[in-house]
C-alpha cells in the first residue's frame, strides 16, 4: 500500500496573519485570496494542468485549527486510501485522531507525530 504520495497543503500561524500574507504576495508573489491562502495549481513542464494542487495558507495564532498541538504549522499529504492507511498507522501504535471527515473536498484524517505536530492526511476526491 502507498502511504504519502505528495504534500496537499502547507498551513502555518502568524502573530499578523494580513501582514504576512501581505509580505508573501509583494516579496515572493504568492497570489493571496480572502481567505487566507492560495492554491498552487500544479502543472507539467509545459505548463499544462495536471490535476491537482497544493494549498498555502496562513491563519491568525488563536486558530484552533492545528489542536491538539501547539506547533505554529500543519503539512497536508495527500495519500491514495486514507481509511487504510488511518487502520496500519493505529497497528504501528501512531497517536491516530478518532474524527475522520468526509466532504466535497475529500477525506481528512490527523495523526500527531512524536514531536507533537498534527499531521493532516487527505485523500482527494476522484479525479483531483
Given at each position: 500500500?502507498?502511504?504519502v504520495?505528495?504534500?496537499?497543503?502547507?498551513?502555518?500561524?502568524?502573530?499578523?496573519?494580513?501582514?504576512?500574507?501581505?509580505?508573501?504576495?509583494?516579496?515572493?508573489?504568492?497570489?493571496?485570496?480572502?481567505?487566507g491562502?492560495?492554491?498552487?495549481?500544479?502543472?507539467?513542464?509545459?505548463?499544462?494542468?495536471?490535476?491537482?494542487?497544493?494549498?498555502?495558507?496562513?491563519?491568525?495564532?488563536?486558530?484552533?485549527?492545528?489542536a491538539?498541538?501547539?506547533?505554529s504549522f500543519?503539512?497536508?499529504?495527500?495519500?491514495?486510501?486514507?481509511?487504510?492507511?488511518?487502520?496500519?498507522?493505529?497497528?504501528?501504535?501512531?497517536?491516530?485522531l478518532?474524527?475522520?471527515?468526509?466532504?466535497?473536498y475529500?477525506?481528512?484524517?490527523?495523526?500527531?507525530?512524536?514531536?507533537?505536530?498534527?499531521?493532516?492526511?487527505?485523500?482527494?476526491?476522484?479525479g483531483?
Amino acid at each position: 500500500m502507498k502511504r504519502v504520495t505528495g504534500i496537499g497543503g502547507i498551513f502555518f500561524k502568524a502573530k499578523d496573519p494580513a501582514k504576512l500574507q501581505a509580505w508573501y504576495k509583494l516579496h515572493l508573489g504568492v497570489d493571496v485570496q480572502d481567505w487566507g491562502g492560495t492554491a498552487f495549481n500544479w502543472a507539467d513542464s509545459d505548463g499544462k494542468p495536471v490535476g491537482g494542487s497544493t494549498i498555502w495558507s496562513v491563519s491568525s495564532n488563536e486558530s484552533d485549527q492545528f489542536a491538539p498541538s501547539q506547533s505554529s504549522f500543519m503539512i497536508n499529504y495527500r495519500v491514495d486510501d486514507l481509511h487504510a492507511l488511518v487502520v496500519v498507522l493505529k497497528e504501528e501504535g501512531c497517536n491516530v485522531l478518532d474524527k475522520i471527515d468526509d466532504s466535497e473536498y475529500g477525506k481528512f484524517a490527523w495523526v500527531i507525530d512524536p514531536e507533537g505536530n498534527k499531521v493532516e492526511l487527505w485523500q482527494p476526491p476522484a479525479g483531483q
